[in-house]
């Protein structure tokens, strides 16, 4: 099993920035695709940023130029740079990875999410 841990959520006024981590721990063999999805009141999840193990990344149309998905592949990490953020930006925050574990099996993993509110 793999285990996502989330952090840096919280409240920040439109403009502002704030930084994402989410670290996967427990039987890892190796982490493929890492990723950043958020859902808001009343809407679906939708993706928001994704990287793979060799650091290829894609963005949904609404944050590039915005955000900025890295990860640090020794620390089993992703992150996520949320700079001019928007009030429309205000979602729960999911990270989630594609991963194969010790017994070799493969699946996906999800974080609890993690809540982002833009306000002034």
């Known amino acids: 099993q793999v285990q996502l841990v989330e952090s840096g959520g919280g409240l920040v006024q439109p403009g502002g920035s704030l930084r994402l981590s989410c670290e996967a721990s427990?039987?890892?063999?190796?982490?493929?695709?890492m990723g950043w999805y958020r859902q808001a009141p009343g809407k679906q999840r939708e993706l928001v940023a994704s990287?793979?193990?060799?650091?290829?990344?894609n963005y949904a149309d609404s944050v590039k130029g915005r955000f900025t998905i890295s990860r640090d592949n020794t620390k089993n990490t992703v992150y996520l740079q949320m700079n001019s953020l928007k009030p429309e930006d205000t979602a729960v925050y999911y990270c989630?990875?594609?991963?194969?574990?010790?017994?070799?099996?493969?699946?996906?993993?999800w974080g609890p999410g993690n809540q982002v509110t833009v306000s002034s």
């Open positions: 989630r990875t594609d991963a194969r574990t010790t017994d070799w099996a493969r699946r996906e993993y």
């Open positions: 427990g039987s890892i063999f190796v982490l493929y695709a």
């Open positions: 990287i793979t193990s060799a650091g290829n990344t």
